[in-house]
């Protein structure tokens, strides 16, 4: 295999593919010299295969808003990869959602639910409708056609959607309600991230918040560090940057920034339980503005306009925004700003000049597949939970997250660790993950 060829071809069939194009070559750039020391997998056709979705489903969801007029959005299902188990993967409800985007989230997916240690393929799905500025009579009627759409396409053992970015447990709970009138039957096995009172699981919604700071204890602990007193800035106040959160302020750092599309909030004495509750109101606003939290928090949080979360002096970063959200140069001022550790929290948040400058400067870095793999593998969880009929107690749920991500953090270290003694954790992700999927096409045939 050689990477250079397989991406010309990509670009040519997929021209304008972005995110997809370089999802697929940061992975490549990866596993080549692994891939190539397995003619079996070259002769399969292993990466052909895997690099192109079983199926893309794509449909028009019509839905009326409140003043009585009719809106049209696109809606989306890429069921990527099934050789480890059902597909499984998030929706997102954002404007910017076009297929290229999904693809390389389904792409990702893959890898990072094969770490997981559990039985998931790779899925995503969503629409480019924006929940922000909607009522909640909107959103429920946007949802409700939505399902009309997708209800036929997923299933408890064949694709099993979950939240994401603008998909939260309100939307979850909008679309299984609807799925339930038209499947006319309670399984509640076929979403994930529902309400803890109808199959959902203690902690799904703090998991992938949880699961991010558990992955980088690990890593710091390998490292010789400690979390306790550092300084983390966090983009985002969606659901995943308050789960990292609140995770953080328990295992004694002091998250100092939190962000937003209109600038970022410095929060010098560190964020407090008080705060971190009121992102979840600032969620549910639909404003989409983190200068609220200032308003409402004057004399602890201080708002700059136009600024992102890095341009506060951290120790930490935990990007947990949105795709290629930390660019080269928002790494080089974290770098000045004394920032010694980057984990990526949300799906492919560095861009590539970034991660190269993070891994040639001695800053620590891990990437989302791995960081924040915890939601997804939580979901597996609720997934078994729902299928036994069973409820865990929220420490069984910890204790099961606790193990997941040390054994991922174990499978970085072990495809990752390089001849100096550093590990790199791009590699060691990549790696990890597409031996176990590779392994598993290969035995199944050609299909």
Same mark, same amino acid.
Not at 26 to 47: G, M, R, T
Not at 99 to 107: D, I, N, R, V
Not at 108 to 118: G, S, V
Not at 405 to 425: A, L, N, W
């Given at each position: 295999?050689?990477?250079?060829?397989?991406?010309?071809?990509?670009?040519?069939?997929?021209?304008?593919?972005?995110?997809?194009?370089?999802?697929?070559?940061? &992975?490549?750039?990866?596993?080549?010299?692994?891939?190539?020391?397995?003619?079996?997998?070259?002769?399969?056709?292993?990466?052909?295969?895997?690099?192109?979705?079983?199926?893309?489903?794509?449909?028009?969801?019509?839905?009326?808003?409140?003043?009585?007029?009719?809106?049209?959005?696109?809606?989306?299902?890429?069921?990527?990869?099934?050789?480890?188990?059902?597909?499984?993967?998030?929706?997102?409800?954002?404007?910017? &959602?076009?297929?290229?985007?999904?693809?390389?989230? !389904?792409?990702?997916?893959?890898?990072?639910?094969?770490?997981?240690?559990?039985?998931?393929?790779g899925a995503k799905g969503g629409s480019d409708f924006d929940p922000k500025g909607k009522t909640d009579e909107e959103i429920m009627r946007f949802c409700q056609a939505f399902m009309l759409e997708l209800w036929?396409?997923?299933?408890?053992?064949?694709?099993?959607?979950?939240?994401?970015?603008?998909?939260?447990?309100?939307?979850?709970?909008?679309?299984?309600?609807?799925?339930?009138?038209?499947?006319?039957?309670?399984?509640?096995?076929?979403?994930?991230?529902?309400?803890?009172?109808?199959?959902?699981?203690?902690?799904?919604?703090?998991?992938?918040?949880?699961?991010?700071?558990?992955?980088?204890?690990?890593?710091?602990?390998?490292?010789?560090?400690?979390?306790?007193?550092?300084?983390?800035?966090?983009?985002?106040? !969606?659901?995943?940057?308050?789960?990292?959160?609140?995770?953080?302020?328990?295992?004694?750092?002091?998250?100092?920034?939190?962000?937003?599309?209109?600038?970022?909030?410095?929060?010098?004495?560190?964020?407090?339980?008080?705060?971190?509750?009121?992102?979840?109101?600032?969620?549910?606003?639909?404003?989409?503005?983190?200068?609220?939290?200032?308003?409402?928090?004057?004399?602890?949080?201080?708002?700059?306009? !136009?600024?992102?979360?890095?341009?506060?002096?951290?120790?930490?970063?935990?990007?947990?925004?949105?795709?290629?959200?930390?660019?080269?140069?928002?790494?080089?001022?974290?770098?000045?700003?004394?920032?010694?550790?980057?984990?990526?929290?949300?799906?492919?948040?560095?861009?590539?000049?970034?991660?190269?400058?993070?891994?040639?400067?001695?800053?620590?870095?891990?990437?989302?597949?791995?960081?924040?793999?915890?939601?997804?593998?939580?979901?597996?969880?609720?997934?078994?939970?729902?299928?036994?009929?069973?409820?865990?107690?929220?420490?069984?749920?910890?204790?099961?997250?606790?193990?997941?991500?040390?054994?991922?953090?174990?499978?970085?270290?072990?495809?990752?660790?390089?001849?100096?003694?550093? &590990?790199?954790?791009?590699?060691?992700?990549?790696?990890?993950?597409?031996?176990?999927?590779?392994?598993?096409?290969?035995?199944?045939?050609?299909?």
């Open positions: 295999m050689k990477t250079k060829d397989i991406m010309a071809r990509l670009q040519a069939k997929y021209p304008g593919e972005n995110e997809y194009l370089q999802a697929v070559q940061e &992975v490549l750039e990866s596993i080549e010299d692994v891939y190539n020391q397995h003619p079996e997998f070259e002769k399969a056709k292993i990466v052909e295969r895997m690099v192109e979705p079983d199926r893309i489903f794509t449909f028009r969801v019509t839905w009326v808003d409140d003043k009585g007029e009719v809106q049209t959005n696109t809606g989306y299902r890429v069921q990527f990869n099934s050789a480890i188990g059902p597909y499984k993967g998030g929706l997102r409800f954002h404007r910017m &959602v076009t297929p290229s985007m999904l693809k390389f989230l !389904g792409f990702e997916q893959t890898f990072k639910n094969a770490l997981t240690t559990l039985p998931m393929g036929q396409c997923i299933g408890p053992d064949q694709d099993i959607p979950a939240g994401d970015v603008g998909v939260g447990g309100r939307e979850i709970g909008y679309l299984y309600g609807m799925y339930k009138k038209l499947a006319r039957e309670y399984n509640t096995g076929v979403l994930t991230g529902k309400g803890a009172t109808w199959g959902g699981s203690i902690l799904r919604p703090e998991a992938t918040g949880f699961g991010a700071l558990y992955f980088t204890e690990n890593l710091l602990h390998h490292a010789g560090k400690d979390i306790k007193g550092c300084r983390v800035a966090v983009s985002g106040f !969606g659901n995943v940057a308050w789960g990292a959160s609140i995770k953080a302020l328990e295992l004694g750092a002091k998250v100092v920034a939190i962000s937003g599309p209109d600038g970022v909030c410095e929060i010098p004495e560190g964020i407090t339980k008080e705060m971190i509750d009121y992102m979840l109101v600032m969620r549910a606003s639909n404003r989409d503005r983190v200068e609220d939290m200032a308003t409402r928090f004057p004399d602890k949080a201080f708002f700059t306009p !136009g600024k992102k979360a890095w341009s506060v002096k951290c120790d930490i970063a935990l990007p947990c925004a949105f795709q290629n959200e930390l660019a080269e140069e928002d790494a080089k001022q974290l770098k000045e700003n004394g920032c010694w550790c980057c984990c990526e929290v949300s799906n492919m948040g560095c861009q590539p000049g970034a991660i190269h400058f993070f891994q040639h400067n001695g800053i620590l870095f891990a990437p989302g597949k791995a960081v924040n793999a915890g939601g997804v593998a939580t979901s597996g969880l609720e997934m078994t939970q729902n299928a036994e009929h069973i409820s865990w107690s929220g420490k069984e749920v910890d204790e099961k997250l606790h193990f997941i991500m040390r054994s991922i953090h174990e499978q970085c270290v072990k495809f990752g660790t390089q001849p100096d003694g550093s &590990v790199d954790y791009v590699k060691g992700a990549n790696i990890a993950g597409f031996m176990k999927v590779a392994q598993a096409m290969l035995e199944q045939g050609t299909v």
